[in-house]
């Protein structure tokens, strides 16, 4: 198996809150890694670290064999890392579609010299972007609701949005940052169905998930944070069983 994101002794502390205390996981292609962990234990932290809302201290971040060191946000999800938001931050005012159409790598029509002399070009290269967020939409059973205001759907069709938005980034790293939580019904077994294929598909997806059940019936290993630190990797039934990390949970 490939490893396709690598994290190697990251660290990061903000005064003195230790949120990556010496982090190294290796998530190869196929897989889903669990992140599991209390509140507060650093789990958002690590998806900022990888995606390049926090630069790190120290240590080091590859995708597909390449250094994200010193890299913004734009250039990282350039490189395929793509991720999804604990808290949404989808564009309340637009569409479904117009969120989902903010994320590709390369959009066509940056320059103005493209505008005015390759009109024809990106339009083109626009219409395959459309039917590209248009098939994601449909393979979410979502396609009803493309011209739709987000303010209008309900909770957990927004929550497939921001999948979708992730989705077509295209990239080897797909970060997932509580998918589930307030989701239920059809929205619930999409997701699943959607993650499940997307690590067919040879991506490395790690899923911060408080839903036990969904990363029991999801994730090939899991990880266990507390602190900043990684207490335990291993399968999600040896991690859920042990009354320590159950203690450090659930407080008890
Ligand atoms: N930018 C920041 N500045 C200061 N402290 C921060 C910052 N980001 C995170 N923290 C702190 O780091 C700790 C870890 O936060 P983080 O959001 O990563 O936890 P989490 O494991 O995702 O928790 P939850 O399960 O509640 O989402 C918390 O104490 C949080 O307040
Ligand atoms: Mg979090």
Redesign the pocket.
């Known amino acids: 198996m490939t490893t396709l994101v690598s994290l190697n002794t990251v660290c990061k502390s903000?005064?003195g809150?230790v949120?990556a205390d010496h982090i190294s996981i290796d998530i190869h292609g196929g897989e889903i890694l669990g992140l599991i962990?209390?509140?507060?234990?650093?789990?958002?932290?690590?998806f900022?670290l990888i995606s390049g809302l926090?630069p790190v201290d120290s240590g080091t971040i590859t995708v597909a064999g390449k250094p994200l060191d010193g890299l913004p946000m734009y250039q990282r999800a350039r490189l395929g890392v793509a991720r999804t938001w604990?808290h949404m931050r989808l564009f309340a005012s637009m569409t479904v579609l117009e969120n989902i159409l903010v994320a590709p790598r390369d959009y066509p029509g940056e320059k103005i010299s493209q505008i005015i002399f390759r009109t024809k070009q990106i339009n083109s290269a626009e219409q395959a972007l459309c039917e590209r967020a248009m098939s994601i939409l449909h393979r979410m059973n979502l396609t009803s609701i493309a011209h739709s205001n987000v303010s209008d759907i309900s909770f957990g069709q927004q929550k497939l949005v921001g999948l979708a938005r992730a989705l077509m980034n295209d990239g080897d790293c797909l970060l997932l940052?509580?998918p589930m939580a307030g989701v239920e019904g059809n929205a619930y077994e999409t997701m699943k169905t959607i993650v499940r294929e997307e690590a067919a598909a040879g991506r490395a997806i790690c899923v911060?998930e408080?839903n036990v059940s969904f990363i029991k019936d999801l994730c090939n290993s899991a990880v266990f944070?507390a602190r900043?630190c990684i207490l335990e990797r291993g399968s999600v039934q040896t991690l859920l069983s042990s009354k320590t990390l159950a203690d450090l949970y659930f407080g008890t």
């Open positions: 903000f005064g809150i949120v962990g209390p509140n507060g234990a650093g789990k958002t932290s690590l900022n926090y604990q940052d509580e911060v408080h944070m900043g």
